[in-house]
């Protein structure tokens, strides 16, 4: 089993269940799927397909759930940056994995682009919240995208993650994570979808991180609804439990 069926068998079996609660934002397995489905073709005409790489930068969002498994859909691997790290760590992560494409926050376009003319293999910029006149605008991607299922050769072994390290006394080193490194955790420690379970998760732990992922992929999996928070902050955590 490759992840992409994570998300596909919770769709099938628990379609009218709540996902994702983010804010104000509330979709159920079956809408969160026709989007990850629209973002696949999306990228997919922007060149995403095996071998090539798609980074993604910004804090928790539901942004960050469907554009794993969007890029997964496509045989793509997927590069959650450290929100964290400073141009010069970002120019380095992005250079060595060959990045095409970002999806990038708000926050962050500005330190993007200022180093932009050092990013030697990006093609394609790609803003969340609102559109800018000389980038791509990621609902623009999704509304102007079919919502075909993608049928794209996956071998297990294949790497979906590219996850770079903190590099605390140098620079980051990027560790190739395959399907199957995650779909034996998960299907060793979550029940299959049901639909008569009602299980929330909080998720707090970034998501460019591998314990944020695993979380991640083991509530989808379970069909469990994945309340997220940005960034960890106390009182906000207290008010959604």
């Known amino acids: ?41 999306g990228l997919m005409k922007l060149g995403a397909k095996k071998g090539i ?8 969002c539901n942004q960050c759930v469907e554009t794993y498994f969007a890029v997964a859909k496509t045989g793509a691997i997927y590069l959650p940056l450290n929100f964290r790290a ?9 250079n060595t994995a060959e ?14 682009q200022s180093i932009r003319p050092e990013l030697k293999y990006l093609k394609h910029l790609i803003s969340i919240e609102k559109k800018h006149e000389d980038l791509l605008y990621y609902e623009d991607i999704i509304k102007s995208s079919p919502a075909d299922e993608l049928v794209t050769p996956i071998d297990d072994k294949d790497t979906t993650i590219l996850m770079y390290t903190a590099g605390t006394t140098g620079l980051p080193k990027g560790v190739m994570l395959s399907h199957m490194s995650f779909s034996t955790y998960v299907l060793e420690n979550v029940s299959p979808p049901d639909p008569e379970a009602e299980e929330r998760n909080i998720l707090t732990v970034p998501l460019y991180h591998v314990a944020g992922i695993q979380a991640m992929m083991a509530a989808i999996y379970g069909a469990r ?16 439990v």
């Open 1 to 41: 089993m490759n992840t992409t069926d994570f998300l596909n068998i919770a769709a099938t079996i628990c379609p009218d269940k709540l996902a994702i609660v983010f804010e104000d934002k509330r979709y159920t397995f079956s809408q969160l799927n026709e989007r990850v489905n629209r973002l696949a073709n």
């Open 53 to 60: 790489v798609i980074a993604f930068l910004q804090v928790n």
């Open 86 to 94: 400073k141009e010069k760590e970002l120019t380095y992560m992005l």
């Open 99 to 112: 990045a095409t494409a970002l999806i990038v926050g708000e926050r962050y376009i500005p330190m993007i």
């Open 225 to 240: 609804t994945l309340v997220m928070e940005r960034q960890f902050e106390p009182e906000e955590w207290m008010t959604l």
